[in-house]
């Protein structure tokens, strides 16, 4: 049985999240294994939030040349995911 900190890997922090975070969506990388229900309820465990929609994304890794050797990152996951209005998670900003 994975936990919820196995689940949801971390909070992305990119120009297109902020634009989301208008619309109460948060984007996250989660473990490429979990499935809709298992991040819906990660999040509701982790933030203590009410969890309205969740969509996934399986983002294909890059090709990346270190100075002779080319190879590939790896492939992850992302998901958005709505809150109820009202609801809110809080992101520190450095």
Known sequence: MKTSYDV???IIRTE????LLKDN???FRVARSANKI??????EDIYKVKVIDVNTVT????WRRV?????RTPDWKKAIVTLKKGDKIEIFTT
């Open 8 to 10: 949801i890997k971390g």
């Open 16 to 19: 297109k999240g902020s634009e």
């Open 25 to 27: 969506k948060y984007l």
């Open 38 to 43: 298992q991040i819906r309820h990660a999040i």
């Open 59 to 62: 983002m294909r890794g890059k």
């Open 67 to 71: 100075r002779y050797e080319s190879g």
